[in-house]
């Protein structure tokens, strides 16, 4: 942490005890705010909170693109910058923003890359698992990541606990620790709970999925797991469990699930970030009108 800015660890501190962000997204924060206190210090000889002004925050965004930063990029650490300010106004280290005269360079919009549900279907009704505790485990973590829409830092650190069998639903723990609620069908409840029930006996966590050492699994584990799976199946490029969540979404929005819905699913927290699957689903009306009507 920067000594020369204190205002710096507060934010942090803001971000892990009263927001609850998660370890990926604090750090992150801190890398873009760090690499700006930094070149601020190297350019302009450590100017106080206060002193930074639009015009010094303009010349880092240029210089980054310059680096040939993307515009995500760029955006990404114009949005922190935004949240840090924010912050100080309400700690009342300084009156106004700087950032209120700054604006994101714009971004085109990428509809999200999704696996065919025949390939889905391939997936589960034609490819091999190994008929042992890994195997079982893959097999599970692909139907669970096809079937609930869930995040890989969901996947891995949900918990026995948050399998409610009553309701046949699971409680998951998304983005700023928010719990949601995602149905489950009845067979892929059997298959957790008979997963979780004949774990291997040195199996101490409390996560749902461990290796057959009954070790917790890591988040590159489940990527190559997702990935091995995928390229037998599908010539997608990108082959990760984020693609099983833009899959998840887009084959329920092809299928008439309300937007509201799938937002809810998905933990989103508004429904600006769920309507880029719309464009899929439109995409999908205009096939089976051009192969139906008469007229097309």
Known sequence: MLQQYPELGAF????RFQKRYSHHTIVSYQNDLEQFLNFIISDFKTPSIKEISPSIIRTWLAGLKEQNFTSKSINRKISTLKSFFKFLMKEEVIDATPMSIISAPKIGKRLPVYVEEKDMQTLFAYVEFADN???RTEKLILQLFYSTGMRI???INLKKGQVDVSYSHLKVLGKGNK????????ELLAQLLNYISSRPGNATSENVFVNEMGKNLYAKQVYNIVKKHLSLVTTV?????HILRHSFATHLANNGA??????????HSSLAATQVYTHNSIGKL???????HPKA
């Open 237 to 241: 490029q990108k082959k990760s469990p």
């Open 286 to 292: 205009k096939e089976v009108f051009n192969k139906a």
């Open 179 to 186: 719990e949601r609620i995602i149905p489950v069908n009845k």
């Open 133 to 135: 505790w890994k195997g």
């Open 12 to 15: 942090v501190n803001y971000l």
């Open 258 to 267: 309300d937007l509201n819905a799938v937002k809810e699913l998905l933990g």
């Open 153 to 155: 830092s969901e996947l």
